[in-house]
């Protein structure tokens, strides 16, 4: 009777708070509390930029602004898309963003398995080299780039901004590597054992178990492609071939205080940015945090 008297008495009783349950809980929230905060900081330019999008000339010039359009003004984007040759544009950057990817796909999986799978005398030191070449500013390597592709008659198309991504990016090379080498070698072994070569190792093995990082190197390419201004703007000279990013500069210049319609613009240019992320966003951040092996 006492026993059951004892145990009535420690479940009536208030517990004491764990500190240590405390401080977790505590850490939980204020984590929360800033990434919300974070999030409203990046969301809000995109929420601006497409209230913007539907306004009135007249709503634009109000004081202080609105936060929601009191009149929707959808034909702001029709009137976008007439003011420029979007439609051309659009196919000129849908060309060499898809490409790009392409590109930088095949050439960087190739070079990341034979520093990641591969032993071979100074590996790592060329690994070295090649990482940091990150560290070398892009505006040191234009001139030279730009004078060898003005000898090859390349000026002028679409090929200085394709071909480069056939030779490998340092950053995706790490990227593919490091998730490679998470990978267990006796994979590769076994398969030496039943007679396979290193392409068939790298095509039936590694590829189906490196998609995640392969799909982060696409988007990378893919948004780095899309929104590349510098590029374009150096060896494209023909208007015709110019691309999206290239077309809203010269919607600013044309049309300077059209800010609704360049607002209109710019959201069509970022949505299938924000529609590629979305869909593959399991696997961009699968892969980008190098995830184990299932």
Do not use: C
Request: proline share 7%; no cysteine.
């Amino acid at each position: 009777m006492s026993t059951l008297e004892s145990k009535e008495t420690d479940l009536l009783s208030p517990r004491t708070p764990d500190p240590r349950r405390s401080a977790r809980n505590r850490g939980l929230w204020l984590s929360r509390i800033i990434l919300i905060v974070a999030a409203i900081l990046y969301v809000t330019p995109i929420y601006w930029m497409v209230t913007t999008a539907v306004k009135g000339p007249t709503e634009l010039a109000v004081y202080p602004p609105t936060l929601l359009p009191q009149q929707w003004h959808w034909e702001n984007f029709s009137k976008a898309i007439n003011f420029i040759p979007f439609g051309r544009y659009l196919v000129n950057t849908l060309v060499i963003t898809l490409f790009s990817m392409v590109g930088a796909v095949i050439s960087n999986l190739i070079v990341a398995y034979g520093f990641s799978r591969i032993q071979w005398r100074g590996r790592d030191l060329i690994f070295g080299l090649v990482v940091a070449t990150i560290f070398v500013p892009f505006p040191v390597t234009v001139i030279p780039l730009f004078v060898t592709f003005a000898k090859l008659g390349w000026i002028n198309t679409f090929l200085p901004l394709i071909v480069p991504t056939f030779f490998g990016n340092p950053f995706y090379i790490f990227l593919l590597r490091q998730f490679l080498m998470q990978i267990p070698f006796e994979i590769s072994e076994s398969a030496k054992v039943d007679g396979a070569s290193e392409w068939q190792i790298l095509w039936y093995l590694i590829l189906p178990l490196a998609r995640p990082a392969i799909a982060v190197v696409a988007i990378f390419a893919a948004i780095a492609a899309w929104n590349d201004f510098f590029g374009p703007l150096i060896y494209l000279q023909d208007e015709s071939k110019y691309t999206l990013s290239i077309g809203l500069q010269m919607f600013r210049s044309t049309h300077q205080v059209e800010w609704s319609l360049l607002m209109a613009a710019s959201t069509l240019v970022v949505l299938p940015v924000i529609i590629i992320f979305l869909l593959f966003q399991r696997s961009f951040i699968e892969g980008i945090t190098l995830g184990s092996i299932k």
